[in-house]
C-alpha cells in the first residue's frame, strides 16, 4: 500500500539519540536549548518555547492567551470561536482550559475558517479566536487582522488568535512563514509531521512579554536557575509537565536539517495533482490563493460518494483517508451544536490522497492516473 503518512528520520539521527544515551542526560537540557535557537532562528522570531506535542503547545497558548481570569461575568465559561474541521486536539485543548467551544463554519473552497462567518460571530463574550491551517494551507492572517479591528472598533475589545499551525510547518502567509503574525502558534512535531522529533511541539508568541512565563508554565511554573537544592524558590502559578526531552530534541535538530528538502517534494507533488486532477469529474481542488503557499503535509480534495472513492483506491493499493471527523458531531460536545452550511456541504466529500516525499514519480502518475479511470 502507498501510505498517507511516513515518519522521517534524518540520517544522522540514530548517533545524536546515541549520543543522548550515553551522555546519561534525557531529561531538559542543552539540546533542548540548541533545539530552540536553531528554531527562533528557522521561524525567524525569537520568542517561543519548546513542549513535549503540539496539543500541550495549544494548551498552552490558550493559559497564556485568555490569562488566569477565565470566566466571563456571569461566571460561566467564556467561549472560544473555532473549526469543527480539524483533529480533535484543537478542539479538546479548548474544553481542557475550562473553556466553551462556540462553531464558526468552513469555507468549503479552503476547508479553512469562513472569515465572514466568524465577523458575525466575534462579539464581546470571544474570549479567543482559534483557527487551523488544515493540511499545511494557511488561513488569510492578513483578512483575519482585519475582522479583529473591526471587531475592536466596535467592541473596544480584541479577542487574541491562536493559529493551530501543527500541520504547516513551511507554510508561508504573504511573504511571511507561519509564527510572524502577531498570534500565538502552536506547532507539532509529531512522528507524522513535517517536522518530526517522535513527539514533540513548539509555541511561538506574539511578543516578548509572553516568553518567561510560557517558560515558567511549561514546567510546573519553576524557575529552572531557581535555587532548589535550598528550596529557596516560589511558584507563584502553577503550570505543566509539558518540557521537551534530550531525546526529541535530538531527533529534531537531525530533521531539522532535512525538513526544507522534505517539505520542497509535497509542494512538488502538490503542483502535479493540480495539473493532472483538474477537471476530473466528481473531483474537486481546493481553492489556490495568491499569497497564501500551502505547505501541503496533506492533499485534500472533495470528491463526490466518497465511500466508493476510498474503496477503488484501496484495491488499487493507495491509502487515501478522510483524516477527521467533523469535530462538533461528537457527543461530548453536542451542546455546542449549531448550523453550519459550509461544513455540511464539504462533510462527506473531503478525502485525502499521499502527497508526501515518500513519493516516486511512478507513485505519483500512478495515482493520478487511478483518480483519473473513475470510481
Ligand atoms: C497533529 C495535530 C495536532 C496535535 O499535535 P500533537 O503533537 O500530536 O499533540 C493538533 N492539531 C492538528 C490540526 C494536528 O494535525
Known amino acids: 500500500m502507498i501510505p ?31 533545539f530552540e535557537a536553531a528554531l527562533a532562528a528557522r521561524v525567524g522570531n525569537p520568542h517561543l518555547a519548546v513542549v513535549n506535542n503540539g496539543t500541550s503547545a495549544l494548551h498552552l497558548a490558550l493559559r497564556l492567551a485568555i490569562g488566569r481570569d477565565q470566566a466571563a461575568d456571569d461566571g460561566a465559561p467564556g467561549e472560544v470561536l473555532s473549526t469543527p474541521l480539524t483533529f480533535e486536539a484543537t478542539n479538546w485543548s479548548i474544553l481542557a482550559n475550562h473553556l466553551r467551544i462556540r462553531w464558526v463554519d468552513v469555507d468549503p473552497a479552503t ?32 483578512r483575519l487582522r482585519r475582522v479583529l479591528d473591526e471587531a475592536e472598533a466596535a467592541y473596544g475589545v480584541r479577542p487574541p488568535v491562536i493559529e493551530d499551525c501543527a500541520q504547516a510547518w513551511g507554510a508561508i502567509c504573504h511573504g511571511q512563514p507561519l509564527g510572524n503574525h502577531g498570534n500565538y502558534c502552536a506547532f507539532s512535531f509529531h512522528a507524522t509531521k513535517h517536522l518530526s522529533c517522535g513527539t514533540g511541539g513548539m509555541l511561538v508568541l506574539p511578543g516578548r512579554e509572553s516568553l518567561p512565563r510560557a ?65 476530473v469529474p466528481g473531483l474537486e481542488l481546493t481553492a489556490r490563493t495568491e499569497g497564501l503557499e500551502s505547505s501541503f503535509w496533506l492533499y485534500p480534495v472533495k470528491v463526490e460518494d466518497r465511500v466508493s472513492f476510498i474503496g477503488k483506491m484501496a484495491a488499487a493499493g493507495i491509502t487515501v483517508s478522510a483524516v477527521c471527523r467533523r469535530n462538533d458531531a461528537h457527543s461530548c460536545v453536542a ?19 499521499p502527497v508526501g516525499w515518500w513519493l516516486s514519480d511512478e507513485d505519483r502518475a500512478y495515482i493520478a492516473e487511478t483518480v483519473r479511470s473513475g470510481w
Not at 16 to 33: A, D, F, M, Y
Not at 129 to 135: A, F, I, S
Not at 335 to 353: C, E, F, K, Y
Request: glycine share 8%; with cysteine.
Open 335 to 353: 451542546s455546542a451544536r449549531a448550523s453550519l452550511p459550509g461544513t455540511d456541504a464539504v462533510q462527506d466529500r473531503v478525502v485525502h490522497i
Open 111 to 142: 476547508l479553512n475558517m469562513d472569515l465572514d462567518d466568524l465577523a458575525e460571530k466575534i462579539s464581546p463574550a470571544t474570549r479567543a479566536v482559534m483557527v487551523v491551517h488544515w493540511g499545511g494551507c494557511p488561513v488569510d492572517l492578513v
Open 215 to 279: 517558560r515558567l508554565l511549561r514546567f510546573f511554573g519553576i524557575d529552572r536557575q531557581a535555587d532548589r537544592v535550598n528550596a529557596d524558590y516560589d511558584v507563584a502559578e502553577w503550570g505543566y509537565n509539558f518540557y521537551l526531552n534530550e531525546i526529541g530534541a535530538a531527533i529534531g535538530l537531525a530533521n531539522l536539517a532535512t525538513v526544507d528538502e522534505r517539505v520542497r517534494l509535497h509542494r512538488e507533488n502538490a503542483a502535479f495533482y493540480d495539473r493532472e486532477l483538474a477537471g
Open 4 to 34: 498517507l503518512f511516513r515518519t522521517a528520520v534524518a540520517p544522522d539521527a540514530a548517533d545524536r539519540v546515541t549520543e543522548v544515551l550515553r551522555s546519561g542526560l534525557l531529561g531538559h537540557g542543552p539540546r533542548t536549548e540548541e
